[in-house]
């Protein structure tokens, strides 16, 4: 009877960094997700970008706003650069955790079988996926926040669009007080 419940205590314990395996996986689907967004937005960028350099620019009579578009494109293209290079750093520590997570329940599942009475090298393993998936957390983090200060840059350009004011008119005829 004591080695079903040290097989079942074993089980348990090969199972338990299945949990974070899963999350690790979500958080992989997600940030996948989030870096297809990001080349999307460079695509649709990429095709602003053509618009503005042909020669029968349709609608384009306002050389401010075209400047103002194509500061606007540039700022873009820095932060989705920036994102990119940021989510790929961070599915990598997302992999790895997984990697190590799974390393975790096989390293539970042969100390036990080989009778080791050590239990370091699993919670190494543990601890290495834990520190992975905190890293891949923080870097998602970073990333959220580039995406919404870029959000926010684009609608300010929608503003002043609607504004009938060039980004790079705002601001100068406002008390100091006003300005940003």
């Known amino acids: 009877m ?3 419940a040290a097989a079942a205590e074993v089980l348990a314990a090969m199972i338990t960094p299945a949990l ?4 690790s996986g979500t958080l992989v689907l997600s940030t996948s997700h989030r870096l297809s ?3 999307d937005r460079v695509r649709v960028l990429a095709q602003d970008a053509e618009r503005l350099s042909s020669p029968a620019r349709s ?5 401010a706003y075209s400047h103002a578009k194509r500061a606007l494109i540039i700022g873009q293209l820095t932060a ?3 994102r990119a290079e940021i989510l790929r750093s961070a599915l990598a520590a997302l992999y790895m955790a997984i990697g190590f997570l799974v390393a975790t329940s096989i390293g539970i599942g042969a100390l036990t079988l080989l009778h080791f ?3 370091w090298p699993a919670v190494a393993l543990a601890m290495l996926g834990a520190c992975a998936l905190l890293w891949g957390s923080v870097l998602l983090v970073r990333e959220g926040r ?3 200060a870029s959000t926010l840059e684009e609608m300010q350009y929608i503003r002043s669009l609607v504004s009938g004011v060039p980004r790079a008119e705002q601001g100068k005829n406002l008390p100091a007080d006003e300005k940003r």
């Open 80 to 82: 989705l650069a920036q």
């Open 117 to 119: 009475r050590t239990s």
């Open 2 to 4: 004591a080695d079903v």
């Open 37 to 39: 967004r990001v080349v």
């Open 20 to 23: 974070l395996i899963s999350a």
């Open 59 to 63: 609608g384009q009579g306002d050389i």
């Open 146 to 148: 580039l995406a919404i």
